[in-house]
């Protein structure tokens, strides 16, 4: 996909914002720490929300212009640029795209509860949460992402670290 049209350049935009808003959340919790004020809580919470948002609005309407609602195309597609990449076909990424999908709005019910009851998430849970967004994001731009993202990933991990280093001394 090119973006030469207006709904290619939606769908492709649509999940760099929504990565752009899961690292900002990640930015805003490795600077300020575990969310202790509701104000804190509430940040971390719509940077979520809208990032998940973002990422419902591209499933959309990339099963509506690209793959017409069907699941076969999503998975030939999503096998064929796997192959081009890796020489293994396999399309079962689309299966942990769907799983993100569900891991990402339990996770919003997670922190909304905990958030409504004035709450600390759990750390673990957090961690496994991060782990997998983590895993699931550095997979996608390697293999969907343009190849400038590759090069921007290294950077953006010593950012990461710095930040995170910086807020534990």
């Not at 996608?140 to 993202?149: E, I």
Request: without cysteine; proline residues 3%.
């Amino acid at each position: 996909m090119n973006e030469s049209t207006p709904v290619e350049f939606l769908i492709q935009w649509s999940v760099r914002a929504s990565v752009m808003f899961v690292y900002v959340r990640l930015l805003y919790r490795l600077w300020r720490g575990t969310p202790a004020t509701p104000y804190q809580r509430s940040v971390e919470y719509h940077l979520w929300f809208t990032g998940f948002l973002l990422l419902v609005l591209h499933v959309l309407l990339s099963f509506h212009f690209v793959h017409h609602w069907m699941h076969s195309d999503a998975w030939n597609r999503t096998a064929t640029e796997t192959e081009n990449l890796i020489g293994v076909r396999s399309g079962n990424g689309v299966w942990a795209n769907y799983l993100m999908l569900v891991f990402w709005g339990m996770d919003l019910f997670r922190l909304n509860k905990a958030r409504k009851r004035g709450r600390i998430t759990n750390l673990s849970a957090d961690r496994v949460v991060a782990f997998f967004f983590g895993f699931m994001f550095i997979n996608a731009t390697v293999v969907f992402g343009p190849s400038g993202y590759r090069y921007l990933a290294f950077p953006a991990l010593i950012l990461l670290l710095s930040v995170w280093r910086l807020n534990r001394t």
